[in-house]
């Protein structure tokens, strides 16, 4: 399989000299975006809105929280905070061994290349976040974008695997944001960061798993057993993500903290394996009806 990977670095900087935010635009949506394009039109994202200010990849980067493309002087302090951490030999050295691992257990990744775009996030944004996400839901596309800090920094590798997890995850199964439920988004996620620790130690979780403590988390369980068939983004999104991205997005509340999913999802897969004996690997193919039963979370 071949790995590709972007290099912010001479991307950002030949970006930065662009005179206009119209030209800075154009070169993100066309030079950086484009080796994404078909992850994008998956995603039902075109390129380039009809409209002005339309709907296309420069709106839904913003809304993921991508570096404000008009402010040179972040952007100049990003690149100098991803040069000094090397970012794309540590993202190449890590998908090249995150493949040999799968492999080594049996698993495919049904793509026949790799491509990890890296970018700069919007620290603000994404503060809640320790300052960097990505999305890996598209077997052969991986996206990370974060503006580099002490939280976020040493634990890189374990945002990509987390990404690359659900690269080999939706190898098995098929999913959509539309008819997800509950309990499979939570399985999904879960299964990611269970990836993530069996790899990298608890050290490299983010804070979207470590953000609950032991009465919230208890809290939490009892909220989402009686939602775990729910379906629909937005009433999904609710319960994996909380009460506070559900008040940004204009969701209905349902009264759980942040990224309470996600938080749920680790303990439910954590509790899968040490009830069947199982290894991740296994329970990567496993259907997730099985996971959360066998888990007795619930």
Known sequence: MIIKVNDPLQQYE????????????????????EPLKMMWAH?????????PNGYDVIYAADMLGFANLDDRHTL????????????????????HY?????????????????????????????????????????PGYLMVHLFPNDRNTSR???LLAHEFHHNVRFSYFDWSHGNV???????????????????????????????????????SISVIKDALHVTGFAEVSSYMFGDPYAT???????????????????????SFLERTGMTIFDATRCKSDDIIARSMIF
């Open 14 to 33: 030949e970006l930065i000299q662009l005179a206009s935010l119209e030209q800075r635009q154009h070169f993100f949506r066309y030079k950086m975006m």
């Open 43 to 51: 995603l039902q994202v075109p390129m380039k809105a009809k409209e």
């Open 76 to 95: 100049e302090k990003g690149v100098k905070r991803l040069r000094n951490m090397n970012i794309v030999d540590r993202g190449k050295t890590t998908l």
């Open 98 to 138: 995150l493949l040999e691992v799968v492999n080594g257990q049996g698993l495919e990744l049904k793509a026949d290349n790799i491509y990890l775009g890296i970018y700069l996030a919007d620290e603000v944004k994404l503060n809640h976040l320790d300052g960097y996400t990505g999305f890996g839901g598209i």
């Open 156 to 158: 890189f590798e374990g």
């Open 181 to 219: 439920t509950v309990g499979e988004y939570l399985v999904i996620e879960g299964l990611a960061d269970v990836f993530v620790e069996t790899l990298y130690g608890k050290e490299q979780l983010g804070p979207w798993v470590t953000g609950l403590d032991d009465e919230d988390l208890r809290y």
């Open 248 to 270: 940004e997005k204009g969701y209905q509340r349902v009264g759980l903290s942040f990224a309470a999913g996600y938080a749920v999802g680790y303990v439910v897969v954590k």
